[in-house]
């Protein structure tokens, strides 16, 4: 079985550019989440999604980022413009249902690098 | 909000040696999993594990969900086994069930 699948691998902006990342998520799965991870700490929830809807973004910088899964499938997490802090990791997740009983597994990462 | 505290912070050990990680949370959770964060970033899947013990190969854990403590054990250390250990929990208060990443111990196993 395939794993999650994210792209680019590595992404080097500079800031106020734009950038935007992709994930695919385990077949059949139906939450995806967007983590974000800085160096040195654990990853954060940015957002979450039930099939095609969004049920947390609590944590997302709505002014500059956006995310949207519009077939319930893969997902695109967006930055427009990027600023220096939002240099990290970008993980994407996915579990069969809701996260509450279920496993997650995470793809490889987006590494962004904003000079 | 919910902490999730991982101890050591850092650890060094000789190859061949064993260890036991620590991570303590402050109210109850749904689930938890434990992570190792390889030298390229990619989080790899070690235990999915609310409570109760599970071993695979040299790696064991335990959770004691009622004392809020999961215990990760590395027997026989291979250099292998150097990154990032994460312990992550969902709280029982989360409906959509979110992980809430601890701030992960370092691991470095020397030959």
């Known amino acids: 079985e395939a794993g999650v699948a994210q792209s680019p691998r590595y992404k080097i902006i500079e800031k106020r550019q734009s950038v935007a990342f992709w994930c695919n998520p385990i077949?059949?799965?139906?939450?995806l989440y967007w983590y974000q991870q800085i160096l040195g700490q654990g990853p954060k929830l940015l957002i979450q999604?039930?099939?095609?809807?969004?049920?947390?973004d609590s944590q997302l910088p709505k002014d500059r980022f956006s995310a949207e899964r519009l077939k319930g499938v893969d997902s695109t997490l967006k930055i427009q413009p990027a600023k220096l802090e939002d240099s990290a990791v970008y993980l994407c997740?996915?579990?069969?249902?809701?996260?509450?009983?279920?496993?997650?597994?995470f793809g490889p990462g987006t590494r962004l690098t904003v000079l | 909000g919910i902490q999730v505290e991982q101890s050591p912070p850092d650890l060094i050990l000789q190859e061949g040696a064993n260890s036991t990680l620590r991570c303590n949370f402050s109210?109850?959770?749904?689930?938890l999993q434990w992570f190792h964060q390889n030298p390229w970033g990619q989080l790899i899947n070690l235990f999915y594990?609310?409570?109760g013990t599970k071993q695979n190969g040299r790696l064991s854990a335990t959770t004691v969900a009622t004392e809020r403590y999961s215990l990760l054990y590395i027997s026989s250390s291979q250099t292998t086994d150097s990154g990032v250990y994460f312990c992550?929990?969902?709280?029982?208060?989360?409906?959509?069930?979110?992980?809430?990443f601890g701030a992960g111990t370092q691991v470095v196993v020397t030959p």
């Open positions: 997740a996915s579990s069969p249902k809701r996260g509450l009983y279920n496993e997650q597994f």
């Open positions: 077949s059949g799965h139906a939450t």
């Open positions: 999604f039930q099939n095609n809807g969004v049920v947390d």
């Open positions: 109210d109850s959770v749904n689930n």
């Open positions: 594990i609310p409570s």
């Open positions: 992550a929990v969902v709280l029982k208060a989360d409906s959509w069930g979110k992980l809430q």
